[in-house]
């Protein structure tokens, strides 16, 4: 079997695609304008650190724990209908966190915009599974992630202007791209194969059958380990890490966060068609270990040089696993089929894996230091190489 649809004519990408590109970007800066004032927003109304960085947390656990419900919605009713109801969610939730009486509902209604972060992004998954041909899988998975990459890194820099405006004018701001993102997704993405009818009538891939499949189990093992590494730990961990070392300084977090999503986005548009031409295994095998090599001695970084060096490195491998995971995910589900459980499934690995190694690296680090949290991380990363070495190559269907 093959590893991927390697074809001498370059395909186009689909219309459609285009249409959940630009919403990605959309929401990602939508989302990239609250992320630096959000915990400021908790502070305010007179909680401590930790209940402050629970704003965060709750948002990935309810992620976390309405995956399994979201798949089993997604195979019901299909993909474009949860999208739209899972952008509706958010909307809604942003205007309500804007609205915000005390500290307990804006802890409810970010949980709730857990419900439909989860909803709209394994939503849109399956929608790319569905409709980007076999042969530019990896190249549409790309684009789809350097939307989001680049909404990340605009957001926050208008999110630090816009703060002038006060939190609840951020998060009306927030809900606005949100309905924006819904509007054009409901006006132009029409594609619809059921013939009017809103329950999806196409054959369901169960979760067992996905798990009856190495490359599968292989997946969700590696998605565990990058939801640890560039979801959970680089985001938690380098800022103080930065802080901590006088030699670099607090300053130095974020152009090196922003050179890891720089290193991502430019390396994507390459990764993507190495994806679909080289396949996929080998293109994610590379990614892994990339990534797993630099995280290593990220943590013993003494130097700016290194420090923003061995950052773009990381993005640059990142850039791999994604297009390549996900190209993967569309091989085994395939068109014909609705696999919402097997996608919300990898989805719930990947968030697990963000609020485990956001724990247990930073107690790792309050322990021993930052450079053994970032070499275990490293590790998580190499040994998730290794169900890959024990599978074949699969053909995309």
Not at 93 to 110: E, M
Not at 141 to 157: D, E, K, M, R, V
Request: with cysteine; glycine share 12%; hydrophobic share 55%.
């Amino acid at each position: 079997m093959t590893d991927a649809a390697v074809q001498p004519a370059r395909v186009p990408v689909p219309r459609e695609i285009w249409v959940l590109v630009v919403s990605a970007f959309v929401i990602a800066l939508g989302f990239g304008i609250i992320a630096p004032i959000l915990p400021q927003y908790a502070a305010s109304f007179d909680v401590g650190v930790a209940a402050a960085s629970a704003i965060v947390t709750v948002f990935a656990l309810t992620r976390m724990a309405f995956a399994p419900p979201a798949g089993m919605l997604i195979s019901r009713f299909g993909e474009r209908w949860m999208y739209l109801a899972g952008l509706a969610v958010v909307a809604v939730s942003s205007f309500l966190c804007a609205a915000a009486f005390g500290y307990v509902d804006l802890l409810l209604w970010r949980a709730l915009g857990g419900i439909g972060s989860v909803t709209f992004t394994v939503s849109s998954m399956g929608l790319i599974v569905r409709l980007a041909p076999p042969s530019a899988r990896g190249r549409t998975s790309a684009l789809y992630g350097s939307a989001f990459l680049l909404g990340n890194i605009i957001g926050p820099i208008l999110g630090t202007f816009l703060a002038v405006l006060g939190f609840r004018v951020a998060f009306a701001i927030y809900g606005g791209t949100v309905l924006v993102a819904l509007l054009v997704v409901l006006v132009f993405l029409r594609e619809a194969p059921r013939e009017g009818k809103v329950e999806d009538a196409r054959a369901r891939m169960t979760l067992a059958e996905a798990m009856a499949i190495p490359h599968y189990k292989a997946l969700l093992v590696s998605g565990f380990a990058n939801g640890w590494a560039t979801f959970g730990v680089r985001i938690a961990l380098v800022p103080l890490m930065a802080a901590s070392v006088p030699t670099i300084g607090a300053t130095m977090a974020g152009p090196a966060l922003t050179l890891m999503a720089v290193g991502n986005v430019i390396a994507q548009q390459f990764t993507g068609r190495l994806t679909d031409s080289l396949g996929r295994r080998p293109v994610l095998m590379v990614g892994l270990l990339i990534t797993g090599l630099t995280t290593l001695v990220f943590g013993w970084s003494l130097s700016i040089p290194i420090f923003l060096g061995l950052s773009m490195l990381t993005g640059v491998g990142a850039s791999m696993i994604q297009p390549a995971s996900q190209a993967m995910l569309a091989d085994i589900i395939g068109a014909d089929r609705n696999g919402g459980q097997a996608l919300s499934t990898f989805s719930m690995a990947t968030d697990l894996g963000s609020i485990a190694g956001t724990l247990l690296a930073g107690l790792i680090a309050d322990l021993f230091g930052f450079g053994w949290a970032f070499f275990l991380t490293g590790c998580m990363l190499l040994v998730s190489l290794v169900p890959w070495w024990r599978v074949g190559r699969i053909a995309p269907a």
